[in-house]
Protein backbone atom coordinates (compact mmCIF):
# COMPACT_ATOMS: atom_id res chain seq x y z
CA UNK A 1 0.00 0.00 0.00
CA UNK A 2 1.45 3.65 -1.12
CA UNK A 3 1.97 5.93 2.22
CA UNK A 4 0.71 9.47 2.10
CA UNK A 5 0.83 12.76 3.49
CA UNK A 6 -2.42 13.38 5.19
CA UNK A 7 -1.58 16.80 5.87
CA UNK A 8 1.36 19.11 6.29
CA UNK A 9 2.83 22.30 7.77
CA UNK A 10 5.52 24.98 7.01
CA UNK A 11 6.80 27.40 8.85
CA UNK A 12 8.87 30.05 7.61
CA UNK A 13 9.95 33.84 8.06
CA UNK A 14 6.27 34.89 7.27
CA UNK A 15 3.67 32.38 8.51
CA UNK A 16 2.69 29.07 9.31
CA UNK A 17 0.88 27.00 6.48
CA UNK A 18 -0.86 23.98 6.90
CA UNK A 19 -2.32 21.97 3.97
CA UNK A 20 -1.21 25.13 1.93
CA UNK A 21 -3.58 27.51 3.69
CA UNK A 22 -2.23 30.18 5.72
CA UNK A 23 -2.83 28.81 9.56
CA UNK A 24 -1.29 32.30 11.07
CA UNK A 25 0.47 35.22 9.63
CA UNK A 26 3.33 36.49 11.64
CA UNK A 27 2.64 39.92 10.42
CA UNK A 28 -0.64 40.43 12.79
CA UNK A 29 2.09 39.66 15.74
CA UNK A 30 4.31 41.55 17.91
CA UNK A 31 6.87 39.55 16.15
CA UNK A 32 8.03 36.51 14.86
CA UNK A 33 8.69 35.19 17.58
CA UNK A 34 8.08 31.11 18.80
CA UNK A 35 6.36 32.70 22.08
CA UNK A 36 4.42 35.16 20.31
CA UNK A 37 3.25 31.88 18.07
CA UNK A 38 2.40 29.92 20.38
CA UNK A 39 0.30 32.40 22.07
CA UNK A 40 -1.83 33.09 19.07
CA UNK A 41 -2.43 29.17 18.71
CA UNK A 42 -3.67 29.15 22.02
CA UNK A 43 -1.40 26.34 23.22
CA UNK A 44 -1.36 25.43 26.54
CA UNK A 45 1.74 23.41 27.78
CA UNK A 46 4.07 25.09 30.54
CA UNK A 47 7.19 23.04 29.83
CA UNK A 48 7.11 25.11 26.25
CA UNK A 49 8.72 28.19 27.37
CA UNK A 50 12.03 26.03 28.96
CA UNK A 51 12.97 24.29 25.85
CA UNK A 52 15.68 25.44 23.60
CA UNK A 53 14.54 27.20 20.16
CA UNK A 54 14.95 24.45 17.82
CA UNK A 55 13.09 22.63 20.46
CA UNK A 56 10.23 25.06 20.38
CA UNK A 57 9.80 25.50 16.56
CA UNK A 58 9.49 21.88 16.07
CA UNK A 59 7.05 21.17 19.24
CA UNK A 60 5.20 24.18 17.04
CA UNK A 61 5.36 22.48 13.91
CA UNK A 62 4.25 19.40 15.45
CA UNK A 63 1.21 21.04 17.59
CA UNK A 64 -0.16 23.11 14.80
CA UNK A 65 -0.08 20.00 12.31
CA UNK A 66 -1.38 17.28 14.08
CA UNK A 67 -4.58 19.26 15.94
CA UNK A 68 -7.01 21.53 14.60
CA UNK A 69 -10.40 21.61 13.05
CA UNK A 70 -10.66 18.30 11.88
CA UNK A 71 -9.93 16.80 15.28
CA UNK A 72 -6.64 15.28 16.41
CA UNK A 73 -4.75 13.06 13.23
CA UNK A 74 -3.43 10.39 15.13
CA UNK A 75 -6.89 9.49 17.05
CA UNK A 76 -7.50 6.28 17.47
CA UNK A 77 -3.82 5.27 16.42
CA UNK A 78 -1.72 2.99 18.53
CA UNK A 79 0.90 5.56 19.88
CA UNK A 80 3.17 2.75 20.09
CA UNK A 81 3.21 2.13 16.16
CA UNK A 82 3.45 5.96 15.86
CA UNK A 83 7.26 7.25 14.43
CA UNK A 84 8.68 10.06 14.40
CA UNK A 85 11.38 11.07 12.12
CA UNK A 86 12.96 14.70 11.55
CA UNK A 87 16.03 16.12 9.44
CA UNK A 88 17.88 19.49 10.32
CA UNK A 89 20.86 21.09 9.13
CA UNK A 90 22.12 23.45 11.98
CA UNK A 91 20.68 20.98 15.14
CA UNK A 92 21.24 22.41 18.33
CA UNK A 93 24.19 24.67 17.56
CA UNK A 94 22.89 28.34 18.78
CA UNK A 95 22.31 26.40 22.41
CA UNK A 96 25.37 24.58 22.20
CA UNK A 97 27.15 28.12 21.72
CA UNK A 98 25.57 29.02 24.57
CA UNK A 99 26.41 26.23 26.89
CA UNK A 100 30.37 26.54 26.20
CA UNK A 101 30.24 30.10 26.99
CA UNK A 102 28.80 28.56 30.45
CA UNK A 103 31.58 26.17 30.84
CA UNK A 104 34.20 28.56 31.75
CA UNK A 105 32.50 29.52 35.00
CA UNK A 106 29.28 26.88 36.30
CA UNK A 107 28.22 24.95 33.37
CA UNK A 108 24.45 25.41 32.79
CA UNK A 109 22.23 21.96 33.20
CA UNK A 110 19.12 24.00 31.72
CA UNK A 111 21.47 24.92 28.51
CA UNK A 112 22.83 20.88 28.76
CA UNK A 113 19.45 19.25 28.33
CA UNK A 114 19.69 21.04 24.61
CA UNK A 115 22.75 20.57 23.31
CA UNK A 116 21.77 17.37 21.61
CA UNK A 117 19.29 18.09 18.09
CA UNK A 118 17.15 14.62 19.00
CA UNK A 119 15.74 16.26 22.18
CA UNK A 120 12.99 17.87 19.69
CA UNK A 121 11.81 14.47 19.06
CA UNK A 122 11.61 13.44 22.74
CA UNK A 123 9.66 17.20 23.54
CA UNK A 124 6.81 16.45 20.61
CA UNK A 125 6.64 12.37 21.47
CA UNK A 126 6.04 13.60 24.73
CA UNK A 127 3.45 15.80 24.60
CA UNK A 128 1.54 13.57 22.14
CA UNK A 129 2.23 10.22 23.76
CA UNK A 130 4.30 8.60 21.06
CA UNK A 131 6.10 5.58 21.54
CA UNK A 132 7.30 4.04 18.30
CA UNK A 133 10.81 4.44 16.61
CA UNK A 134 12.24 7.59 16.27
CA UNK A 135 15.47 9.30 14.06
CA UNK A 136 16.81 12.19 13.79
CA UNK A 137 19.06 13.05 10.76
CA UNK A 138 21.44 15.99 10.24
CA UNK A 139 21.56 16.58 6.66
CA UNK A 140 22.72 19.93 4.99
CA UNK A 141 20.90 20.50 2.56
CA UNK A 142 17.82 18.68 3.08
CA UNK A 143 17.82 15.29 1.69
CA UNK A 144 14.33 14.23 0.72
CA UNK A 145 15.41 11.38 -0.75
CA UNK A 146 16.59 10.33 3.01
CA UNK A 147 14.07 10.70 4.60
CA UNK A 148 11.80 9.18 2.01
CA UNK A 149 14.14 6.24 2.39
CA UNK A 150 13.62 6.02 6.41
CA UNK A 151 10.09 6.81 6.59
CA UNK A 152 9.04 4.53 3.71
CA UNK A 153 10.94 1.82 5.56
CA UNK A 154 8.90 2.30 8.75
CA UNK A 155 5.30 2.17 6.84
CA UNK A 156 6.33 -0.75 5.12
CA UNK A 157 8.59 -3.07 7.20
CA UNK A 158 8.69 -1.99 10.98
CA UNK A 159 5.40 -2.29 12.14
CA UNK A 160 5.05 1.65 12.30
CA UNK A 161 0.98 2.99 11.35
CA UNK A 162 1.37 6.66 10.65
CA UNK A 163 5.21 8.84 10.94
CA UNK A 164 5.80 12.71 11.81
CA UNK A 165 8.52 13.61 9.78
CA UNK A 166 10.19 16.40 8.01
CA UNK A 167 12.87 19.23 8.20
CA UNK A 168 13.73 21.34 11.38
CA UNK A 169 15.61 24.23 11.62
CA UNK A 170 16.21 27.10 13.88
CA UNK A 171 18.94 30.11 14.75
CA UNK A 172 18.76 33.17 16.02
CA UNK A 173 18.54 34.10 12.92
CA UNK A 174 16.26 31.89 10.93
CA UNK A 175 13.71 29.80 10.83
CA UNK A 176 12.59 26.55 9.06
CA UNK A 177 10.04 24.03 9.30
CA UNK A 178 8.28 21.45 7.33
CA UNK A 179 6.53 18.78 8.73
CA UNK A 180 4.24 15.80 7.17
CA UNK A 181 1.96 13.01 8.93
CA UNK A 182 2.39 10.23 6.63
CA UNK A 183 0.17 7.20 7.09
CA UNK A 184 -0.35 3.79 5.45
CA UNK A 185 -3.19 4.78 3.63
CA UNK A 186 -6.32 7.45 3.59
CA UNK A 187 -6.92 10.95 2.46
CA UNK A 188 -4.05 12.81 0.79
CA UNK A 189 -1.00 12.63 -1.43
CA UNK A 190 1.53 10.14 -1.99
CA UNK A 191 4.24 10.04 -0.19
CA UNK A 192 7.73 10.32 -2.66
CA UNK A 193 10.33 12.02 -3.31
CA UNK A 194 8.98 14.69 -6.03
CA UNK A 195 6.06 15.30 -3.60
CA UNK A 196 8.31 15.82 -0.30
CA UNK A 197 10.56 18.33 -2.61
CA UNK A 198 7.53 19.89 -3.91
CA UNK A 199 6.24 21.02 -1.00
CA UNK A 200 9.76 21.92 0.70
CA UNK A 201 10.84 23.77 -2.28
CA UNK A 202 7.87 25.69 -1.67
CA UNK A 203 8.00 26.57 1.45
Given at each position: ?83 VVI ?12 YKA ?25 RQG ?74
Amino acid sequence: MQPVINHWIVINETSIIKDGSPLLLFNVLPDATAESAYRALQCSYAKFFKMDLLCKWAWLGAEALLSGNEGIAYEGLDKTKIAVVITTSDGCIDVDKKYKATINEIASPALFVYTLPNIMLGEISIRQGFKGEQACLVNDPFDANELFFWVNDLLQSRNTDACLCGFVNATATNKEVVLFWVTKGGNGIPFTTDNINKIYNNA
